[in-house]
């Protein structure tokens, strides 16, 4: 089975302080993804990334970077924590499948950030 | 550009009643659909996807949905409830080539005994 592990499952940060979510998945997927999920607006999504060191702005970057040095980690860094990134953070997996993305994405158990 | 509505934020029904999701999308090119199911503190696990071929698709846990192209619907279905189904449910829609995956705001199903 896929696993997709995130490090933290719950974190408390202040304002100002530099946070980092880690996701390692087990199966060698090419694609990785971070979401953010809110009550009543879904599952957003932040960055991606299809190869090692490549990263593309999903459709809300600001305030958030990531990382990508290994094939099977990324990475999502929140600079500088602020009281509206308190959320609960998604990281996804996919595979390309003979040439194509079925979009089937592997998730992992997400981690619960409060800014205080 | 590709969106996905869910219609309901909270649908409630009782155990051994039919359960009915609605979801509508747009899509500008051939889609793939998927539901997806979230159990409280837990990340979201696959219940079926339409990809091509047969319009209806059967899902883990008794779920199925169907793919109509005229009505641009996927809702999902359920013949008989159970209290394990309650749960929140996303679907989402994707297409071949692409690397997003679009999510519906979700419907939370509550099962009463």
């Known amino acids: 089975d896929v696993k997709v592990t995130q490090s933290s499952r719950y974190l408390v940060k202040r304002t100002g302080e530099k946070v980092f979510l880690e996701c390692v998945q087990d199966?060698?997927?090419?694609?990785m993804f971070w979401y953010r999920q809110d009550p009543g607006l879904g599952l957003r999504l932040i960055y991606f990334?299809?190869?090692?060191?490549?990263?593309e702005k999903g459709d809300i970057p600001e305030g958030y970077s990531v990382s990508r040095e290994k094939k099977e980690r990324f990475s999502l860094i929140l600079e500088s924590a602020s009281t509206n990134q308190t959320s609960m953070y998604l990281c996804?997996?996919?595979?390309?499948?003979?040439?194509?993305?079925?979009?089937?994405?592997?998730f992992g158990e997400g981690s619960r950030l409060t800014v205080l | 550009a590709q969106s996905v509505t869910q219609l309901g934020s909270h649908v409630s029904v009782s155990e051994g009643a039919l359960v009915l999701l609605r979801c509508n999308y747009s899509?500008?090119?051939?889609?793939?659909l998927f539901w997806y199911v979230q159990y409280p503190n837990q990340g979201l696990q696959l219940l079926l996807k339409?990809?091509?071929?047969?319009?209806l698709v059967k899902g883990i846990n008794g779920f199925e949905a169907e793919f109509k192209k005229s009505e641009t619907s996927f809702h999902l279905t359920k013949p008989s409830a159970h209290m394990s189904d309650a749960a929140e449910y996303f679907c989402?829609?994707?297409?071949?080539?692409?690397?997003?995956?679009?999510f519906g705001a979700g419907t939370r199903l509550f099962v009463k005994a």
């Open positions: 996804a997996s996919s595979l390309w499948t003979r040439g194509e993305n079925t979009g089937e994405l592997f």
């Open positions: 899509s500008s090119v051939p889609p793939y």
């Open positions: 339409y990809t091509t071929g047969a319009t």
């Open positions: 990334s299809y190869d090692v060191k490549m990263k």
């Open positions: 199966m060698d997927h090419e694609n």
């Open positions: 989402a829609v994707s297409s071949t080539g692409g690397f997003k995956t679009i």
